[in-house]
């Protein structure tokens, strides 16, 4: 058990759906990934928070935000889905910021848009 | 850009023989951080190890050690006596980031091994 909490587990929904995706990091880590597998993509990292502040984005559509909140949990909203979203999001958390912080993932979030 | 390449796509052994997963990977960075990932049937990704550029020497965790070569930039994973717990897609990982206060994680595509009894 890594120590980060993801909700839920399994989602399926509708194309043209919006869902949300709920992550609590591991005790006293500010910071919060979210990474998206894909059997064509592969690990992909979406974006990372720091003490609530977003720190970096990677290929993360336009129809996905994301948020950390002072509690330090965050959410992922995914909208407008399509079939292409269905993967599993990993959300992660480490200590700091910077690079070299161990990244600890959570056991993901299955999503499928049917 | 950074790269990571795991170029075995799946492995299988059979219980008890050693087996080494390779990783190698591109970085402009002199610093660097390199990880390896554990993803089991069950979807999870479990953390390994982390190693920085300028840590050289080589890991031993019981059956798993770690094989860092910055000369042919690779950094490959050996079990020994693998089981059939040992059964996972293992993932290389290359921290991007620098100095600059992100961090972001570049995977190889992952090698799957299947362990049979």
């Known amino acids: 058990d890594s120590g980060v909490t993801q909700t839920p587990k399994h989602l399926i929904t509708a194309t043209g759906q919006r869902v949300t995706l709920r992550c609590s990091p591991r005790?006293?880590?500010?910071?919060v990934y979210w990474y998206q597998q894909s059997l064509d993509q592969g690990l992909q990292f979406l974006i990372q928070y720091y003490n609530g502040e977003e720190r970096a984005k990677g290929n993360i559509l336009e129809r996905f935000s994301a948020q950390q909140f002072p509690d330090l949990h965050s959410e992922l909203n995914l909208s407008s889905l399509e079939l292409g979203d269905s993967a599993l999001y990993f959300c992660?958390?480490?200590?700091?910021?910077?690079?070299?912080?161990?990244?600890?993932f959570g056991e993901g979030s299955w999503l499928t848009v049917v | 850009a950074q790269k990571v390449t795991q170029a075995q796509t799946e492995i299988s052994v059979v219980e008890k023989e050693d087996v080494t997963l390779d990783c190698v990977y591109e970085t402009r960075d002199t610093t660097y951080y390199l990880f390896w990932y554990k993803q089991p049937p069950s979807g999870e990704l479990v953390f390994l190890i982390r190693r920085n550029s300028f840590d050289e020497h080589n890991e031993i965790s019981g059956r798993y050690s770690w094989n860092f070569q910055k000369s042919t930039s690779s950094f490959n994973f050996t079990i020994t006596a693998s089981q059939v717990v040992d059964s996972a897609v293992y993932f290389c990982a290359l921290s991007e980031g620098g100095n600059t206060g992100f961090q972001k994680l570049v995977f190889g595509t992952g090698t799957r091994l299947l362990v049979s009894p």
């Open positions: 005790s006293g880590d500010l910071s």
């Open positions: 992660a958390s480490s200590v700091g910021e910077h690079h070299g912080n161990t990244i600890y």
